[in-house]
């Protein structure tokens, strides 16, 4: 198992940067597939951006191009570099992981463990 602590969410202005983290605990970290995720209010789960054991990366459309995902495996760190915020980033996003081999990267179901979640706030 594994247990998973986001940190880094905030305020921000449309435009600016800003980095989340993700702290895992727990054995074998590199084998775990990890990807983010976002909720807005009254919008269900979406996927953000995943990483994989061999640190290919994916995004979803919305965030090509201004996030980056990625991980360091020495300190079980997993890390969402997101600049060129809009309003529209406004969420709660969750770090999340999947143990071993995976087919749908962007699908909520696919992932049993899951962090707490850090609030982001884009303003105009």
């Known amino acids: 198992q594994v247990q998973l602590v986001e940190s880094g969410g905030g305020s921000v202005q449309a435009g600016g940067p800003l980095r989340l983290s993700c702290a895992a605990s727990?054995?074998?970290?590199?084998?775990?597939?990890m990807g983010w995720f976002r909720q807005a209010p009254g919008k269900e789960r979406e996927f953000v951006a995943a990483i994989g054991w061999s640190d290919s990366t994916y995004y979803a459309d919305s965030v090509q191009g201004r996030f980056t995902d990625t991980r360091d495996k020495a300190k079980n760190m997993v890390y969402l570099q997101m600049n060129s915020l809009k309003p529209e980033d406004t969420a709660v996003y969750y770090c999340?992981?999947?143990?071993?081999?995976?087919?749908?990267?962007?699908?909520?179901?696919?992932?049993?463990?899951w962090g707490q979640g850090t609030q982001v706030t884009v303003s105009s």
């Open positions: 727990g054995r074998a970290f590199s084998s775990y597939i």
């Open positions: 999340a992981a999947h143990y071993g081999r995976l087919q749908e990267w962007g699908k909520v179901r696919e992932y049993a463990y």
